[in-house]
């Protein structure tokens, strides 16, 4: 995996890189948005790690000019910013992942993997910002409807991806393989009409699906 890391701190960036390297990945680290958008032409990178607070050209307004360029490769913020607004423009303006500086880098390699894979990654304690984000927008009766639908292991699968768990640490606390818990999850989103675990999670939080009544309504399983 070449990763592309644009970061203005030289220590966190020189840090990160060497930690990467040592697992495997190639980096290309580079200190401003200016010669990011040079290195993203002339490296081809499998994925960005993008800093959202740069002086002169902001990280966001670099992701912006990139989708605008129709540079297509995942693009993740890699941010100490939790603010609302942050990650909603960031979604919204083309970025695949959000993450924070203050993750596990076992974490970051593996959500690294989960957004060259084409999956939307947020991080975990971010899903009621977006759900309070969302809860201005008209889901009512039809989400209603669309939950109804799911069964109570779907149900109980939905309330792990909005824990931020993986489809291996799903697997292993339900005691069942990794492609039982595929299938399962893409009925979840068919069923939600919804196209990435983000948004289904954003649905289980905001609808408050996975309180100890739900959970005992499943008996545990």
């Known amino acids: 995996m070449r990763v592309l890391l644009i970061d203005d701190h030289a220590l966190f960036r020189c840090g990160l890189q060497e930690l990467l390297e040592r697992r495997g990945l ?96 947020v991080a975990p304690e971010l899903a009621i910002v977006l759900a309070r984000a969302v809860q201005a927008e008209a889901r009512g009766i039809q989400s209603s409807s669309r939950i109804a639908d799911l069964t109570p292991r779907e ?34 989103l068919r069923k939600l009409d919804v196209h990435s675990r983000v948004e289904a999670a954003v649905i289980a939080v905001e609808r408050e699906l996975c309180d100890r009544s739900l959970n005992h309504g499943n008996g545990g399983q």
């Open 26 to 121: 190639e980096v290309i680290a580079v200190g401003d948005a200016a010669s990011g958008l040079q290195r993203v032409i002339d490296t081809s990178p499998d994925v960005i790690l993008l800093d959202m607070r740069m002086p002169q050209l902001s990280g966001l307004e670099l992701l912006r000019q990139l989708r605008a360029a129709q540079q297509m490769m995942p693009i993740a913020m890699l941010t100490t910013s939790a603010e609302e607004r942050d990650v909603i423009e960031s979604l919204q303006s083309g970025a695949q992942g959000y993450l924070l500086k203050d993750m596990e880098p076992e974490a970051l390699i593996a959500a690294l993997g989960e957004i060259v894979q084409g999956r939307t990654v």
């Open 155 to 188: 149900q109980e699968i939905l309330c792990h991806l909005a824990e931020g768990q993986s489809n291996k640490a799903i697997a292993r606390q339900l005691g069942i393989s990794d492609g039982t818990v595929k299938l399962h999850v893409k009925a979840i």
